[in-house]
């Protein structure tokens, strides 16, 4: 089992009242699996992403990632597991803006210590189409452009799991098609889980599963 | 569009902005209105004393004995107002202490009854009360001012020698009102009366020495004696050694150095101002990038680019004109700290001042500075293509190059402006914006360099860690690539450490120049040395196996012509527009000294022309040589033909030679020498110089000649330096408090950038920390970029002040340059010690930002 999620509650509270947003929340998602979560705004997708990712920290249950349990990890230990097994896309593109495309792919791998990165991300940006547009700033680049970036960045850390949040939220149709080809793709060829937040009926029907956040809780 | 309705929320919306640009302009203009507060208080402090320190309503006075048709043509022309008159005669001379074996340098005060007017001379008993049956003027008595009578460790009653006489100590003044601030003199004050002078045989040919008979007028004579009275009676008397006063005239005089001084520190408060007007622009510019998306939506909606402009600027005028009353309680606020400062440093108690409206023709250049600054930044964003921002592309309007450089233009010729009217100084005011522009301009050139360098390394480089590894790389990344920030940080942190170390470094290079044990130094110089008593002096120099390392004559003459053209005295006394105006026309006035050599003497050095013996001048001309800056200041040249008066004889000379002095060597100069042949048999006295010895004999040198020569005053060289530097390191000290208050603004401005950068950076804190970076390492990434960007700043700030410092040594006092690495050590230590407060209270803000806010965005 490559990520998973029991019993998970999170609430967040607001003007003095507590409002559940997850409660008890169960999620098995294996080895290679791309699984869609889907649910109207405000259901906790994000908030489910952000604890899948141990970006936040549940108010009960726990998280395991490849056999490792995330909950009750420091801040440190967290974020060296992020950057071992994950990769993280979000709608906002969210690349470093003082590095080039480039070195925005390199940073994951760099950041696990590995020096001889520059192939393999120039590899990842020729498999996103963007050899021309390595040493361009990330405000040099289009929104679909920046997007194929941060999936390339993703995935430059040979994660065992991706996390997007409707990563193609801030793009129009058909660049938005083309990015998620590009994505499912990668995930495949890499044999990476996929864990998909999106609002779009049509990339969720693409995973092998899609799982309805509703009242806290997923449902098939 | 209602214009109050957008102002209020405008504030509303964007309050911490405002406040942080409006807390900016505060401390710039705080610094500014303290110094014209310190300077009203001062002026108003020596205006309240006028009549205290001339001691009377008018004066004639001449450094030379009044003749007597002068005294009765002043006496005609005020005889219908006057209702008494004393004479005053100030001299320096030496006072001999017996029983102490001491003899050393003051200020002879001698006073006939009557004196002063106005003001009192303090003593223990009260105020003395000089009548004709004073103790001082019928019995063989000397009042010492207290600061003698410590010095001279005597106490009431001891024998003192004052020239020729033996007096008592018969009392001490413990303030006299007509002495003005004593932070500046250099001998005390001891006070004889006019009938002991034929006691002390003091007074004699070329004895240099201030004679005034003063004046007690009626209460309505104001209203005759005004300045074109006065100004009638110079011309009537046509002698530049003539002087008339009136009390407005001697405030004037007296307040001359404070001002001087107060320009200086009005210098430094514009460093704070600059250094506030670039935080200024670094948080407009950065509010009115966030405010793009804003403007695009109401020019898309029809507002006019003026209105635009307008809706943009009126908040910033709204700050500027909220932090001008902050600013007044500002400096209301910091006004007691420093004139306890000043009052520890130089014993001047200045009066609580109001707002200090002098500072009100300086707003609208501040003002015009503020918004030439920022008007590009406004263009910007008037200029935005709206439908681009309005897809979400952030991207400002191009302002074209020449507009950009018209509103640059207008900002240098605002902050000429203000420079001059600081330093009420054209050249100074010039010297001050070329220094701020060279100095920004070698920051602002290091900085693009170094990204420029930085870049091409980078894009060469294989991966993002390189030698600093991947903390510094992902830093070193984040400072080239954010120029703006990066240029503006260095320059507000660097133009600081550029004053601190000037400072620093000038007392460093003038305090070795006056303390070097050179052994062309002399140990003592002495002054007064009548024409038959030059061959004693070398008979007893030689008895006692001193050496005598100079003895030069001194004959007083006035410069009457120019080419054979009148050399005319100019305004006496009148209000000057600026310092040079005022300098040309007081050497234009003075009588001078003048001398007579063979060649140069050692402390010289020729620059342009030949020496004496190669000269060839016209017959009934005599060769001259003028020293560089003397010469410079009156605008003469190579070859022209001077005339001197001397005692009513014209000597005619001609100029071979300019020469540089250097003046620190304390052997007997004059800006003017003849060749031999010309001055022999004018009145004179002469000026000598005795070589090193030790500290011992000197002193007892000192008070052999004092007893063998007592009109010869001798000056411990080595105490006089020691005065001086004292002098020095006071002012420095004063000024280098501004620098200080600059620096602390450049600090304060950074910690405002800093913290609106970090705000600005939390997704990018967010993303590093969802990339697996630990949130120690992302807080010291910020952390050190920071303290980085500082460690670049304070140390080229201090290497650029160094470098001013020593090109005014070399140029200005034309010393030898010292560089300090302690000092420049200390600069960046202690700067970064403060930039690093602000920074570690936003440390804890960066360590908890939780990477799920990434997720969280709409």
Known sequence: ?220 | MNKFLWLRREWQRYRASHLLITATMVLGLGGVFLIERLKEAFLSSVRSQERELLSSDLSLGARRPLKAQEIERFEKATQDYAEASYRVIDMSSMLYAPGQEAARLVEVRVVEPGFPFYGSLLTADGNLQLTAEHPLFIENCIWLHDEAARLFEVKVGDELRLGEGAFRHCGTVLKDSTQGFRGFALAPRVYLGRTRLGDTQLVGEGTIASHALHFKLRADAAKVFTTEWKEALVKEFDDPAIRIQRPSDTSEQTARSGKLFGDYLQLASLVALILAVVGTFYLFRTLVHRRLKDVAILRALGVAPGEARKLLLLPLATDFLVAIPLAGLFSAALFPIVTGVLDQLFGTQLPPTGFPWSVWPALPLIFTLVMAILMPSVEEAVRVPVMALLQDQERVGMVPWRQAGLWGLLALVSLSGLAIWAAHSWKIGGLFVAGILLATLTLAGFTLLARWVGEKVLRRSGHISGIFGLMGGLVIRRLLRRPMTTLLTVIALGLGSVLISLLGHLELSIGQEFSLESQDRPALFMFDIQDDQTEKLKDFLAETKVPLQALSPMVRGKLVSVNAEAFKKEKQDALFETREEENESRFRQRMMNLSWASGLNPSETLEEGVDFAEAKVPEGEVALSLEKRFAQRLGIELDDQLTFEVLGVPITGRVVNVRSVKWTSFRPNFFITFAPGALEDAPKSWLAAIGQMPAQEKVQLQNQISRKFPNISSIDVGQLVGRMMELFTRLKKALQLMAVFAFLVGVVVVGAMAQDQVLRRQNEVMLEKTLGISPWRVTLMVLGEFLGLAFVAFTLGGLAGAGLAAVLTVVVFEGNVIWSASLLLSITLGGMILVSIPLLLMAKKIFTWRPAGLLQQP
């Open chain 1, 1 to 220: 089992m490559s990520l998973q999620a029991r019993e998970l509650s999170k609430a967040h509270h607001q003007a003095g009242n507590r409002i559940a947003v997850l409660d008890g929340l169960n999620l098995d998602v294996k080895t290679g699996e791309t699984v869609a979560i889907v649910g109207k705004s405000g259901s906790g997708k994000s908030t489910l992403l952000s604890l899948l990712g141990g970006l936040d920290h549940p108010d009960a249950g726990e998280v395991w990632l490849a056999g490792e349990k995330l909950t009750g990890l420091g801040e440190t230990a967290l974020a060296r597991m992020r950057a071992r097994r994950m990769g993280i896309i979000f709608q906002q593109f969210q690349l470093v803006q003082t590095l080039t495309a480039l070195e925005n792919v390199m940073l994951p791998a760099e950041i696990l210590g590995d020096r001889d990165v520059r192939v393999q991300a120039e590899k990842l940006l020729a498999a996103v189409g963007l050899t021309s547009r390595q040493h361009h700033f990330p405000n040099q680049l289009s929104g679909g452009e920046q997007q194929r970036v941060a999936i390339a960045r993703a995935l430059a850390g040979s994660p065992q799991v991706l996390l997007a949040d409707e990563p193609t939220g801030n793009l129009d149709v058909e660049t938005g098609l083309y990015v998620m080809d590009m994505l499912f793709a990668l995930a495949r060829e890499k044999g990476t889980s996929l864990v998909l937040v999106t609002h779009d009926p049509e990339m969720a029907r693409r995973c092998s599963r899609v799982l309805r956040l509703e009242k806290g809780s997923l449902q098939a």
